[in-house]
């Protein structure tokens, strides 16, 4: 799966105010300790016994001393009751900032700054689209949902303000007036519309090609987009490979027309800026996951028994997101004291606050782990209109009109109206970002003069049927109750694997993903004509599954799933992860030795750089002087491995950074190069024609392969000496490479001192973009840390108490909770925690028990 903090505005009327805040908090209350007092409030109790109203029978709360939380109930009634308490006791603020995201009601917090945000959620109505699968619930899910809900509410009740967390203080400074409402199913449902939007694939790769078409030809176009590497890279099914599947031959807009001479200079220009300007419309989106891009993956594999020192299956996982504080994760277990008809779910594992079940983990039989599957699932058209009609097949067509009014925290309500065809929303009306590429689109693809707009047609924007998966997952005992399962599970498509207590293991890639009537998704399509679009999903049935495959094992990591079958996308992740994790388990299988949960968790910390690989004997075949035969120097004898305290791995990255800002300088600022796997790989395919003309600079002076790669060393050693200073055995880098945990909502608030209450860090990390240990930066940006493991479990089918698990920060989202960050020191050194399982292991690992009982 593919969260990031979101990405929101600096909320810039805090700052008076916060710091005001910060000086109450420091300072305190004199003698009397008022601040350390503020802090505390909400720390929620978790000994003891508590009367909960809503409560059929007693629930015991018991924590280990991360304060990770189990709960044993006798109902599954009482059972999400309860969690959804305890996910209120240390994640209430998460939950409540995520729902206004998820219902376009960040203004109503924060101000006038997040009305644009909110226009675009509401245009795209995720709550809508969740009140409709509320109301599509089987009773059953219906009733989880609704006992959840209580759950939290029951949390809620006589409590307020810096009671609930310590953000509300914080908030209340800016909006006094503004409460929490009661907490709702919808709310619950709404998030994992958030999740689809954060792993909706390709959308940003079809701007891309529309925007570089616009200043390249074609064969370049698709040189900065190349297709998976069949037969180089491994494939998930691991079938025969042949070349990659043709286009459709139905004509699309012509976009590479823009980049050829048409008497009008500036049309490749006016059509480049409005792109550009679309890109950056959709990457502000607040981003709960983490930013778009090629390391928003997983990696996820399973072994058999036959491979295994216990003879059961090993299963590893490890999602990687963008990084927040808190973390995106919450682990729990939730375990029926008695499996029977009215309860049914003995589960642990990894949660989102605000949604009820287990989203990654293993009950008392099976164990399953996801990556994003990856399909393109979403699409954009250009649409003639008239007024509130848009043409199809020559008729005129009317739209569908609503309204949306936007409450603004400190200001007047903001009204929108929101235009839709049969596709989906018109997303021009958010915004003249998007105006200018409707207006622009249209002459510099050689359409004719009239009013254009553009649609999003987007799986998650009809009503699914995820919402009840999660369930029916966590009940799941077989593989045949898995993939039943996993037939629900329609949006966000995920690669899930499967492992069970009878040794068997098995992937089974479930989602809706259409069936286009022509195009193959990569690019912007007319929608005047009823032969664009989508003619269905692709048939459960008809999706990859594999059970028990020869040998032995399955690996995913957002690589390719199989060469044949129907079509799910054309930009997958390349690869080189994927191949990493199948190398190093070849070599312990290889080596006669069986594997074991510690020899998962080593292979999850590689950091082997298959760049560096490809680059490194290129370099040492190179004449050198001056500063880059420096350079080539130190990195002689390198191992390729991005070490935390590597200075040939900081040396490194800044010559890679150096070579992609050097050799795609002509490219448009949103089209500039991340450094992730897609341009490993462009760039890798370049080292073997030396003479192509990307190897070309004329204002740095450079021209051809040799000399573009001096160049990039001789300047990656001064800025190098610049960052590190000028001893090179003093580089490290970690000293480049860090991180920091970000609050979701303040953590960027531009006031200092409330950034430093609710951040952590900064973290020295290893790791990179497309290497197995995912710590990913954005070559674009500079070398700070974009995605990361955002959790790492590996699960022991033969017996779960052994199993291991960490999570990216803490159990508590609370501000100064021993439990805020006490499990980030952990994952940082690469290092987990015990897993216990059963209720006997989750007693004997107990640190606190509170008993929730039913009042009276």
């Keep these: 799966m593919g969260t990031d903090a979101p990405r929101t505005r600096s909320h810039r009327g805090l700052t008076f105010l916060t710091v005001l805040l910060v000086s109450v908090l420091v300072l305190g209350g004199g003698a009397a300790g008022l601040g350390w007092w503020t802090v505390q409030r909400s720390f929620p109790t978790t000994d003891g016994r508590i009367e909960v109203p809503g409560l059929a029978s007693n629930a015991t709360v018991y924590r280990d001393d991360a304060g990770v939380p189990t709960i044993v109930a006798e109902t599954d009634h009482d059972l999400f009751f309860a969690q959804g308490f305890v996910h209120a006791q240390d994640r209430f603020w998460e939950m409540d900032f995520r729902r206004h995201v998820t219902a376009g009601r960040l203004a109503e917090l924060f101000g006038e700054s997040q009305v644009a945000t909110d226009a675009f959620i509401r245009t795209l109505d995720w709550r809508g689209v969740a009140e409709q699968e509320f109301a599509a619930l089987d009773e059953t899910s219906r009733g989880h949902y609704e006992a959840y809900a209580d759950g939290v509410n029951a949390y809620l009740a006589g409590r307020g303000g810096a009671d609930l967390s310590l953000e509300y203080a914080v908030l209340g400074l800016q909006n006094p007036g503004y409460s929490p409402e009661p907490w709702t199913p919808v709310d619950s449902i709404a998030w994992l519309k958030a999740m689809a939007w954060d792993l909706r694939s390709n959308l940003g790769d079809e701007i891309d090609r529309a925007l570089l078409a616009g200043e390249l030809p074609a064969e370049e176009v698709a040189r900065l987009h190349p297709a998976y590497p069949w037969g180089e890279m491994p494939t998930i099914m691991a079938g025969p490979v042949p070349a990659a599947p043709t286009a459709s031959t139905v004509e699309p807009i012509d976009h590479a027309a823009a980049s050829e001479p048409t008497g009008d200079a500036a049309d490749a220009t006016t059509y480049a800026e409005p792109l550009a300007d679309l890109r950056r419309v959709i990457d502000g989106v607040p981003e709960l996951l983490g930013p778009e891009g090629g390391d928003l993956g997983s990696n996820s594999w399973v072994v058999s028994g036959a491979l295994t020192e216990s003879g059961k299956p090993l299963l590893a996982n490890d999602p990687h997101l963008g990084p927040a504080m808190p973390s995106i994760w919450t682990q729990m277990g939730l375990h029926c004291a008695e499996l029977r008809e009215n309860c049914q779910f003995d589960v642990s594992g990894y949660t989102f606050s605000g949604l009820p079940g287990v989203i990654i983990g293993h009950n008392e039989r099976i164990a399953w782990g996801f990556t994003n599957l990856g399909p393109d699932v979403a699409d954009l058209y250009l649409e003639r209109v008239d007024g509130d009609a848009f043409e199809l097949d020559g008729a005129m067509i009317p739209m569908t009109v609503r309204e949306e009014t936007i409450e603004v925290a400190g200001g007047d309500p903001v009204t929108i109206t929101v235009r839709s065809t049969p596709r989906g929303p018109i997303v021009t009306d958010i915004g003249a970002d998007f105006a200018a590429v409707a207006a622009e689109l249209p002459s510099a693809s050689g359409q004719p003069d009239g009013d254009y707009e553009l649609s999003l047609q987007w799986t998650a924007l009809s009503p ?393």
């Design 464 to 856: 699914g049927t995820t919402a009840q998966a999660v369930f029916a997952l966590n009940r799941a005992r077989d593989w045949n109750g898995f993939r039943a399962a996993a037939a629900l599970f329609d949006v966000p498509a995920q690669n899930l694997i499967y492992a069970d207590v009878d040794g068997n293991i098995g992937y089974q890639a479930p989602g809706t993903i259409p069936v286009r009537l022509s195009g193959d998704g990569t690019i912007p399509l007319p929608g005047w004509t009823s032969a664009n679009g989508w003619a269905g999903a692709v048939p459960f049935e008809q999706l990859p599954s594999m059970l028990n495959p020869e040998r032995g094992y399955i690996v995913t990591a957002n690589n390719a799933v199989m060469d044949s079958g129907p079509m799910l996308t054309q930009d997958w992740d390349l690869g080189y992860r994927a191949a990493g994790i199948e190398r190093l388990l070849q070599e312990r299988i290889a080596s006669g030795e069986k594997l074991t949960v510690g020899d998962l968790a080593e292979i999850q910390l590689d950091t082997s750089d298959a760049n560096a690989a490809a680059f490194l004997p290129v370099i040492g075949e190179l004449e050198l002087d001056g500063d880059a035969a420096r350079g080539a120097e130190l990195l002689e004898g390198w191992n390729g491995s991005a070490d935390v305290d590597s200075g040939e791995a900081a040396y490194f990255a800044i010559f890679w950074r150096t070579l992609l800002g050097t050799m795609f300088a002509s490219l448009p600022d949103a089209a500039r190069p991340e450094g992730g796997d897609r341009w490993f790989r462009v760039v890798g395919t370049l080292l073997g024609e030396p003479d192509a003309a990307w190897w070309t600079n004329g204002q740095a002076g450079v021209a051809g392969r040799d000399e573009m790669i001096a160049h990039a060393l001789d300047a990656a050693w001064d800025e190098a000496s610049e960052l590190m200073g000028d001893r090179p055995d003093r580089w490290r880098w970690g000293r480049l490479h860090t991180l920091t945990l970000t609050n979701q909502s303040f953590g960027e608030s531009g006031v200092g001192p409330i950034e430093w209450i609710f951040n952590r860090g900064p973290y020295e990390l290893g790791g990179g973009s497309a290497i197995v240990n995912a710590i990913g930066w954005d070559a674009s940006l500079g070398y700070g840390v974009d995605w990361v493991p955002s959790m790492r479990m590996i699960v022991d089918l033969a017996d779960p108490d052994a199993s291991r698990w960490v999570n990216l920060t803490g159990a508590s989202g609370h501000a100064f909770h021993p439990h805020y960050d006490d499990q980030a020191t952990l994952w940082r050194r690469g290092e987990t925690r015990p897993w216990p399982f059963s209720v006997e292991a989750v007693q004997d690992a107990a640190a606190d028990r509170l008993q929730l009982r039913p009042r009276g």
